[in-house]
Structures are given as structure tokens and as C-alpha cells.
């Protein structure tokens, strides 16, 4: 497989404090298959059994244990980069700091985990003889990822500086949202590969900047059903976007996530936030703004053990 473009999300993983717990969830719920590697360190850091996991027999992501209990249950994403070492520089140069240095994991690559000005927690990944995803922007694999932040502007400066992303600002119903496509592209959304979204006053006040990963199914109503059944919540319900269905969820174990069912293959999703399901007048939308008070007091927790 080619090697990503620096700055391109290449990987995922959901650490969690029970990963057999997690493979039956994830398992069921997007038809996952898993094999096991441990003993050595893994992607932030950690020691112990990691669960590689795999979508018609191509790798998509994985699960990895908690190092204790103080750590986050969440979702976190890995961008790409050839000198993870020359990045976490960039990184402490525009505000940012290094949670873990770079790691070797084993001849796999090389690891860190980095938090950006608002506190928002991201992967690096030099890869070794393993890229990153082998499947992604297919049902059952990685498709978007954008950054949710209270100061937008601190948030473009640090990500177009580190990154070199080109962005691109959408207007109308996406008013807030700014796309990133990589450097030495035309900017746009066919080239997108992220972005940003603003944490407004309909957000909860404690809610901090964080990430938000999406997975594309087939179907976003079958998928919040199978959720909930599987020991899940649904933090935000499904709603139309002009790029798809989407929902945001909480896994049994309360790693936070996204879907997305059938994008327009012709543009990146960089429409689908969770703001869009939130908007709805307060009589009309208590049941999505409880589940934004539980899912903010889980990304508080996340917040302080970062």
C-alpha cells in the first residue's frame, strides 16, 4: 500500500479498559475479525495485549488497553508523517505539546501522541513495514475525522502551521466548519482529509476540544439500533446531511464515535457534525442535549487525564 501523505489520518484505535468487551461490541456491530500482538509497546505508549482489527480481511483499526483507570476511554486518531520526531518539534513550536514521545513499535513504526493549544489529543505515526489502514471510505472502515474546538482561529494557525493544511471554509447550513485538504493539493472537498468544527453555546460548557472519528455503514438507522442493543448510547440521533446519514454514538464502554451511511463518493464528508443534529429548537431536541451533558462529563474526565 502507498505510504500517506503527511498530515493524512492513517490509523485508528479505541483504548479501552476492557478489550475483549470491546471486540464483542465492535465485532457485532461492524463485522470486525480480530488477532492479538502484545508484549511489547504499542501505539501511546502502551504495554499489552492489542487487538488489530480487520474488515474483509484488511486491517481498519484497533483496540488497545487502558494503561488504569484514570486514563480516557475514547476513540483516537493517528496522522501520517515521515519524521515523527522533526513533527512533535513543529508541535511544541505552535503551542502544542508531546503527551508521548515517539515511540518505536517495534518494526511496525514509530509512535507519539500529541495535544494541540485547546487540548484536543492526536496520534503520529511513522510508519515502518506497517502504513496504516488497509481499508477506509468503505462500509466498516475509517472516513472522516474533525477536531471540535472553542477557539477556531488558534486551531486553523496551529493545524495549517504544523500540518501545512490548505483550508477550506463552508458557508450555509456547514457555517463554522472548515475543511483541510494536504499540502500540495487544490483545495477543496475532494482532496479534504479532515477538519475543524466550533464548539458553540449549544455546546455544554465543559464539554473540551476533542476529536471525533467516523466509520461509514450502510445503514445510520439499523446501525443506532444495533448500538443500543450491543450495550451502546446514542448521543446524537440520526439526521440527513448533504453528505449522508450520520449519528454520533457511545460504545459500551463509552468511547465516543460517529457514522456516516452513503456518502456522495464525489466529495469529501467534511458536512457531517455533530452540531447539525444539535440544532434543534430546545422544546424538540432534550433527549440529543442530555445525551451532549453525558457524553461532555465522559470528554471532561478525558480532558483531565490528558
Known sequence: M???????PCWVDASLPDVEAG????????????SERGGGHVPGGVRGRYADA???????????????GRMPTVWGVYFATPDATALGRRIAQHGGRLI????????????????????AVFGLWQAGTRQGFEKRGEPNSFCWTEVYTRNHERADDFYE??????????????????????????PGESTAVGGRSAITDEFPPEMPDHFLVY??????????????????????????TPYGRIAVFGDNQGATFAVLAEPDRSAAPGGP???????????????????????????????KSA
Open 54 to 68: 480487520f474488515s474483509d480481511g484488511r486491517l481498519v483499526g484497533a483496540l488497545t488497553p487502558k494503561r488504569d
Open 215 to 240: 466509520f461509514c455503514v450502510t445503514d445510520c438507522d439499523a446501525t443506532a439500533e444495533a448500538v443500543v442493543r450491543l450495550g451502546g448510547r446514542i448521543r446524537t440521533v440520526p439526521s440527513d
Open 100 to 119: 508521548n514521545d515517539p515511540l518505536p513499535v517495534d518494526s511496525a513504526g514509530i509512535s507519539a501522541v500529541a495535544a494541540d493549544p485547546g487540548g
Open 2 to 8: 502507498a505510504a500517506f501523505t503527511e498530515g493524512t
Open 273 to 303: 457534525r455533530e452540531t447539525e443534529s444539535r440544532g434543534e429548537p430546545p422544546e424538540s431536541g432534550g433527549g440529543s442535549r442530555r445525551a451532549d451533558r453525558d457524553a461532555a462529563d465522559e470528554d471532561g474526565e478525558a480532558a
Open 23 to 34: 471486540k464483542r461490541f465492535y465485532g457485532e456491530l461492524f463485522g470486525w475479525t480480530f
Open 161 to 186: 502551521s504544523v500540518f501545512h493544511f490548505q483550508g477550506t471554509d463552508l458557508t450555509g447550513t456547514m457555517t463554522g466548519f472548515r475543511m483541510w485538504s494536504p499540502a500540495g493539493t487544490e
